[in-house]
């Protein structure tokens, strides 16, 4: 079993939409939850960063970590076409310890 | 502010030459350093991880290799490059917190 899963995708959402990404993971130890985002040809980007469990809320977009159902969730309100791109969620068992990643969702936005 | 240097962006490498790769980052110390590979389509590949100069964790086996003669300096090297080495090569760094920053990658092509 992989440490972290998520659905490849590709999703295709209007603009407007309410998106709903998801990942899961197999290790109890993960106590650092991130969001990326990455654009065609481009690094990953921070979008989101967690401790434990618990909802946060950047602008437009909301994370949600669900301990006891290892579920990590990404939310997206009133979508953009710039959003269009691939969300990786990414895991870490201590603040020094590796980061795990998902394999990433494709994401478009249509106009 | 901290920043990730990574270069080139691209290369093209014939089947059995070497490669290195270089990563730079400037404003911290000590910070984790990690080579992660993604394929075209898939998630991200963790290589090599970092602890501090000198230390280099594989995390899976090819014929590619680490090395970190400085503190904020990270080498990815192969002496014979494969075609399967073909992909994005994206140098990474975290410090203390969890979440890792990435650099802009190298996309390298084996021909």
């Known amino acids: 079993q992989k440490e972290v899963e998520q659905d490849p995708g590709p999703l295709s959402v209007p603009e407007g939409a309410i998106v709903s990404l998801n990942c899961t993971y197999s290790n109890s130890a993960f106590q650092y939850f991130m969001w990326y985002r990455q654009y065609s040809r481009k690094g990953p980007e921070l979008l989101m960063y967690?401790?434990?469990?618990g909802n946060k809320e950047d602008g437009r977009f909301t994370a949600q970590v669900d301990k006891s159902s290892k579920y990590i969730s990404l939310f997206i309100r009133d979508s953009q076409p710039s959003d269009s791109a691939t969300y990786l969620c990414a895991t870490a068992k201590t603040s020094y310890d590796k980061v795990i990643f998902g394999p990433g969702t494709s994401l478009s936005v249509i106009p | 502010s901290q920043t990730i240097h990574q270069w080139p962006a691209t290369l093209v490498q014939p089947v059995g030459s070497p490669l290195s790769l270089e990563c730079t980052v400037e404003?911290?110390?000590?910070?984790?350093l990690y080579w992660y590979r993604q394929a075209a389509g898939r998630g991200l590949q963790l290589l090599f991880y970092s602890v501090g100069i000198g230390q280099i964790s594989s995390e899976v086996p090819q014929n590619l290799s680490a090395s970190r003669p400085q503190d904020r300096q990270f080498i990815l090297s192969s002496k014979k490059l494969l075609l399967s080495d073909s992909g994005f090569y994206l140098c990474a760094w975290s410090w203390g917190i969890g979440e890792a920053f990435f650099g802009q990658g190298t996309r390298l092509t084996v021909v």
């Open positions: 404003g911290t110390s000590n910070p984790n």
């Open positions: 967690t401790y434990s469990s």
